[in-house]
């Protein structure tokens, strides 16, 4: 029986359950989300420097957020497990000119050509390399802040494209 609740993860009883993509096109789907992580400036200073104790934070930080994105259907009980085609993960540091507080910017792509989206992969590949670079940089400053983490564009698929104001 069909849904009635406009949540698509719950049925006509109001139970939980994997939504049944079968019937659904393939299509090349995108997602990309944000979000940064706020430090102390000398916390950013050894990560730009690139002698923080733990070695290379932005690129262990990739690393972990490729492998996250792999790994969303582990994480989150009802995604679908999907071939992705690509991630890609950018992080920004701020220049002098456009500090307003010392961050690390990180954008995560991810594709695939399949029946669903991949809004949850980009979600959880850059939820988990801002955790990274916390790990990795919580010896020097425990008091920093994962923030503003949202979907910023998604495209393909039934829905079309949505691009985050």
């Known amino acids: 029986m069909p849904s009635t609740s406009p949540l698509t993860h719950f049925d006509a009883q109001g139970q939980a359950h994997m939504v049944d993509v ?21 916390t950013l200073a050894l990560v730009q420097a690139g002698t923080a104790r733990k070695g290379d934070v932005l690129g262990i930080a990739r690393v972990a957020g490729i492998m996250a994105a792999k790994r969303t259907s582990d994480l989150i009980p009802l995604c679908h497990p999907l071939a992705l085609t690509r991630v890609a993960i950018e992080f920004t540091l701020p220049t002098e000119a456009t500090a307003v507080s010392p961050s690390i910017e990180c954008a995560a792509t991810v594709e695939t050509v399949g029946p669903t989206g991949v809004e949850m992969e980009a979600l959880t590949a850059v939820q988990v390399a801002l955790l990274t670079i916390y790990d990795m ?29």
Do not use: L
């Open 137 to 165: 940089c919580k010896a020097v400053d425990r008091g920093m802040t994962i923030t503003d983490v949202r979907v910023r564009e998604k495209h393909g698929g039934k829905s079309g494209s949505f691009v985050n104001p």
């Open 22 to 42: 079968a019937a659904k096109a393939d299509t090349h789907r995108i997602a990309v989300a944000s979000g940064r992580i706020v430090m102390q400036a000398d």
